[in-house]
């Protein structure tokens, strides 16, 4: 098996969405002092590569613990779609039940300027529900969100229990490849987690 | 597949070793207010069930982000030890390379309990040798901890690179099963980090 990150660095110095508190990471233990180095992190649901759970948008829905252990993996399928969201960025492509479709737009690689975060395209309402057919698990985007206030593709997703992914990276490492999506959730009581998202190459592939 | 759950949840009420910050969870979004909903989470680096890296209490160490993804996952091995922790738990068990081998004393039974935190059996230092020798991925234990201060087990894994986790839940599930653990951390340039800690058991096997 090849191992492949898709996951941003937390840290201090990371972006957050406008208007979510900070990452903030002090010392707890020093190993010259206690003998072991030790941290206290301090970070919003949805910092850096996260999982969005159906409670983040939907009054009622399920948090992430609520959420069954299977529905976190799945058959990768990657959409080279650049800054095209809409339907016609999916034609001819298979997509099955239970896969976790991400879609690579190039937006990663504006990651830590104004623009990743003001100048981002929405995915479209019709592809989500396309998505929502195909009963996919999760939808993945190298971007900051799915879309805009008032997030109309946010709750259409949610509501149907289709997880999402946010701020994935290194999505171009996935290029030509078939990979399965590991992407568990800190055991959070919560409406959305950071996560080590990853993607499993299977040696035949590489 | 099937997926076992070996991970406690996350909150506030959570049980953290003695001297470590406890875990709290603020609300940063109101779902009637902000049309989101959104928290953020202060943890320990070491709370719940974790993953500790080389710098952890070895100066100079790596820290998790340092470590190659292949060294989180791994065939399992599960060693029903009970409360001890001494070579001849393992008498008979054939382990191999880049396994993770689990080992189930019952402690998680009393993860609420004072008897968790100050009442729990040590490794020994040969045992933990000996898996070195194996060339072990990573070493679990339903257990706050594998030893006690000075914590002379510990410096002898991580010295060797070989990961530690600790606070697993639900062994007993894994009974008489054959499995591979899937253990990935935030990607947290620190020495430890809360990870949601998985089993894969194979369709061939349930």
Known sequence: ????????????????????????????GDIHKNGYEDHYLSIGTHAGTHIDAPSHMIVGGATLDQVPLENFSGRGVLIKSGMNLGLETIDGVSIQKGDIVLFHTGMSGLYREPEYYNNYPAMTEELARYLIDKKVKMVGVDMCSVDHEPFPVHKILLKENILIIENLTNLSALDGLEFRILAFPLKLQLDGSPARIVAEIPQTNS
Request: charged share 25%.
């Open 1 to 28: 098996m090849k191992w492949i990150d898709l996951s941003v660095p937390i840290n201090e110095k990371m972006p957050v969405y406008p208007g979510d508190p900070a990452v903030k990471i002090e010392p707890a």
